[in-house]
């Protein structure tokens, strides 16, 4: 008479290999997940950017170098040059000239996604001698 029943040892094994499969494929979930989140947090920075640089577009001819501009988070939103999608931002961005190069300093800001994840903290304020424009 033929046995054609698994044994213990054989059943164990299959979910002993089930349980390494399952564990590779979660932590592989986590880092896509967080990869994904970094990756749109850079795209929505880019066009916090653009829309930033739009709205200061008239007054960062009359910039003297060594100085900065900060618009506020907020009214970029406000003004319709900004569409918050899933990720929501406090803080302002300040344009610094440099010589003849402008670049944004994203220091006073901090943005959350959907979850309320912190995406990016805020680590600076506002420069005092910065102008803030509305």
């Known amino acids: 008479m033929k046995n054609s ?4 040892i054989e059943l164990l094994s ?8 399952m564990g590779i494929s979660i932590q ?11 990756t749109k947090y850079e795209y929505y920075l880019e066009s916090m950017k653009k829309s930033a640089d739009l709205f200061l577009e008239s007054r960062k001819d009359k910039m003297a170098s060594g100085s900065c501009l900060s618009v506020n988070y907020q009214t970029l939103v406000t003004k319709g040059l900004l569409k918050e999608e899933n990720i929501t931002c406090n803080g ?11 670049t944004y300093d994203v220091t006073a800001l901090e943005c959350k996604n959907e979850k309320g994840t912190v995406l990016k903290e805020k680590t600076a304020n506002v420069n005092g001698s910065c102008t803030v424009v509305n």
């Open 5 to 8: 029943g698994f044994t213990l």
């Open 14 to 21: 299959v979910l002993v290999i089930m349980g390494i499969v």
């Open 92 to 102: 302002y961005l300040q344009l610094k000239k440099n010589g003849r190069k402008y």
């Open 28 to 38: 592989s979930y986590r880092v896509l997940t967080n990869r994904n989140n970094e």
